[in-house]
């Protein structure tokens, strides 16, 4: 039973970080799962690079983005690759709080993808 709670919540996050077309049901049936977890998935630099570049052409705005990153701030349940831990946790952070950093435009999404492009 517990592996099946598992793979369910790795299926739920894998959606989340794709941010594909159930990225609301997923982020919604994650609440289901208790808040203290180990490391389920890691979030990469790639991962941030596609959601960035998807946003550069048109396919959503700024809000769909820090919707995104709001969504993986601060889970236990998601880890990021040795190395490069800090720049995948300072671009999440800033895209969840663009109040408090800066507003996502094109112009910084595109600093985000060099900065992201040199940590891999």
């Known amino acids: ?12 996050l894998h959606s989340v970080i794709a941010l594909d077309s159930r ?13 203290d977890s180990p490391e389920v998935v890691l979030l990469t630099p790639g991962d941030i690079l596609s959601v960035l570049s998807r ?13 995104w990153a709001n969504a993986l701030e601060c ?6 690759p040795e190395g490069q831990r800090e ?6 952070f800033e895209l969840a709080n663009p ?4 507003p996502l435009s094109p ?4 600093e985000l993808l060099v900065e992201l492009g040199a940590a891999t």
């Open 1 to 12: 039973m517990r592996d099946v709670l598992v793979n369910d919540r790795q299926a739920l």
């Open 23 to 35: 990225f609301s049901e997923s982020v919604q049936n994650l609440r289901r799962f208790p808040w």
């Open 55 to 67: 946003y550069l052409s048109g396919e959503f705005m700024s809000d769909v983005v820090e919707e």
């Open 75 to 80: 889970r236990e349940d998601v880890g990021f």
């Open 87 to 92: 720049a995948v946790q300072r671009a999440v």
């Open 99 to 102: 109040i408090l950093t800066q």
């Open 107 to 110: 112009e910084r999404a595109k």
